[in-house]
């Protein structure tokens, strides 16, 4: 070899030697310097965070580490993405995929499908969902969970979603609306329902036992569904029949429940409801321990604020939705009906939840959502305020404004003490929740008020629990909104920071992350989250949303394919 030839081989080695400046970087997104708080409860350390297509692909001090983007985070806490152990976004998903509120907040997974769920869907089913269809702009052309998971992947989303199959769905599918228990051959037909739900991907089965229909369900009936998600592998989650008065026993049927048919159990926004009720979140707390100690796999789930927010047609007894909307309506312009609802709101014996009495009387209900023009300006305010703006008894306003709404009037009740909250954050076994749909300011999903825990349940949290109280630390906090729901759902491969699981990681400034939606004004999207990643993919990039839809539909353990893979987009 001549000396040139040589000098040309070496001249051809050196960007090999030297490290080529086109060779592909190893990562794709590199996380330099946070404090990665893992999920699991270990104390937060300084590292690096490699992200490769969908997945983690190292944690450590990467100092040689090359990437596509190197994104600078020190100072700032890299956990898992939270997930929301109950959400209400099946709807408005379809809606605006993006899900504004939920990813301001850090959230990369919801769980949803609370008694009722996406299927199955039947004509009847259909039509009792007219209104929110209406009010979505959107068409109900689904007809069982598959269908739908079907329409999701047509369109995207921005986080992935974890769904249930309803106790009152499957009610509905068979029953309808009638008051009565099902014949055995009906009881097969929901049993039937539930089984084909659980193999197409719902991770277990749901009720909401104040609701009509799901109020008109027994214990047994709710056994016989539960026992054919078990066998799927399933949990059972659950609004309890009671969470005032009667919380309890309503917390002791859902242990028999779990222990019958050998399911877990997780208590949807567990509270002590009532100002009567204050300071019984202790009892309720202890009454799950002792079921854990004899052997029930039982859990429960909160959100951060003093207040709930249900329907207004909560407040009137269940028999009144006896037979769905038109006939609830018809009861309400039926001055006989009214009667008899109004004797049974104001009667102190009765066994369902009085709601008005909960909070007090009608100061203690703020109507949050209207559909009618005309009513638009009585959003934001008090019960009390509206019935003496219209010059009117408060429950024959409550009777009236549902009847011009078509059937239903978002409303918060201020039912909780925040002494309670505060015992229900602390246990161990309790994760956190919404409740409550992705939303926007701006647009359709921002016409109607809200509860704020829409936009503020993770970061109030983080904010005032955990930096302002010190009610619990910043690793334990992380690990209930992370590995432990992800823990509850079987969701092996996320909720962890950890090399091979889905890159869902968010990125926040511990000393900046608050919540900014207030009753008075809940329209506001939280503070302090700088990064959001969801399968890999940025939603959320210096707190600016990308418009990116990375997200999917997460599958439960009954799914014939055993997969839970969402396709990123």
């Avoid at 955990?466 to 992370?482: G, H, P, Q, S, Y």
Wanted: glycine share 10%.
């Amino acid at each position: 070899m001549t000396p040139a030839t040589r000098l040309a081989c070496a001249l051809m080695l050196l960007p090999a030697l030297a490290g080529a400046p086109d060779e592909a970087p190893a990562y794709d997104i590199l996380l330099r310097g946070g404090r990665v708080v893992d999920g699991a409860g270990n104390p937060w350390f300084v590292a690096d965070l490699a992200i490769k297509g969908d997945r983690i692909a190292a944690i450590g001090r990467l100092h040689q580490a090359r990437a596509g983007r190197t994104i600078d985070v020190s100072g700032l806490v890299v956990a898992p993405g939270f997930i929301d152990m109950l959400g209400q976004s099946e709807y408005t998903l379809l809606a605006d995929p993006q899900l504004l509120s939920k990813v301001t907040q850090g959230i990369t997974t919801e769980l949803t499908g609370e008694g009722g769920s996406v299927g199955p869907m039947t004509s009847y089913s259909v039509a009792e969902m007219r209104t929110t269809a209406l009010d979505l702009k959107i068409e109900i052309d689904w007809t069982d969970h598959e269908s739908y998971f079907r329409r999701v992947a047509s369109q995207g989303s921005a986080l992935n979603f974890a769904h249930m199959v309803g106790a009152a769905q499957v009610r509905m599918a068979v029953l309808k609306s009638e008051n009565r228990a099902p014949t055995s051959a009906e009881l097969e037909a929901m049993k039937r329902h539930v089984d084909v739900a659980m193999r197409q991907g719902a991770f277990g089965l749901s009720s909401s036992l104040i609701y009509p229909p799901g109020s008109f369900a027994q214990t047994d009936e709710l056994v016989e569904l539960a026992k054919v998600a078990a066998r799927h592998g399933g949990i059972y989650a659950t609004h309890i029949r009671g969470e005032s008065d009667h919380l309890a026993e309503s917390l002791d049927e859902a242990a028999a429940i779990g222990e019958r048919a050998g399911i877990p159990v997780e208590v949807w926004h567990l509270k002590a409801a009532g100002k009567n009720n204050w300071g019984r979140m202790a009892e309720a707390l202890a009454r799950i321990d002792a079921a854990r100690r004899r052997g029930v796999d039982m859990t429960a789930d909160v959100y951060p604020y003093p207040a709930a927010a249900t329907d207004l047609a909560a407040c009137l007894p269940p028999w009144a939705s006896e037979g769905g909307l038109q006939a609830f309506l018809g009861r309400l312009k039926d001055p006989a009906a009214r009667a008899r609802i109004r004797s049974e709101m104001e009667n102190p014996e009765t066994s369902w939840e009085r709601l008005l009495r909960h909070v007090g009387g009608p100061e203690g209900v703020l109507i949050a959502g209207v559909r009618t023009e005309a009513n638009r300006r009585f959003q934001g305010m008090r019960l009390s305020e509206i019935a003496a703006a219209r010059r009117a008894d408060p429950i024959e306003t409550i009777f009236d404004l549902l009847v011009e709404e078509g059937g239903s009037v978002d409303s918060i009740y201020f039912m909780m003490s925040e002494d309670d909250v505060k015992k229900g954050i602390s246990a161990p076994w309790v994760s956190f929740n919404c409740d409550a749909p992705g939303v926007r300011p701006d647009g359709l999903l921002g016409q109607k008020s809200i509860h704020p825990r829409a936009y503020g349940s993770f970061p109030r949290i983080l904010g005032k629990y955990v930096r302002e109280e010190k009610v619990l630390t910043l690793e334990e906090a992380i690990r209930k909104m992370t590995s432990l729901p992800a823990q509850r759902l079987g969701l092996v491969d996320r909720g962890l920071l950890r090399e091979g699981l889905y890159a869902d990681v968010v990125v926040f400034d511990p000393a900046k992350i608050t919540d900014r939606a207030t009753f008075e004004m809940p329209h506001q999207t939280s503070e302090g989250v700088v990064h959001l990643f969801v399968n890999g993919v940025a939603v959320l990039d210096s707190g600016r949303p990308t418009g990116k839809l990375p997200g999917g539909i997460l599958r439960g353990p009954g799914h014939m394919a055993q997969s839970d893979t969402p396709k990123s987009r």
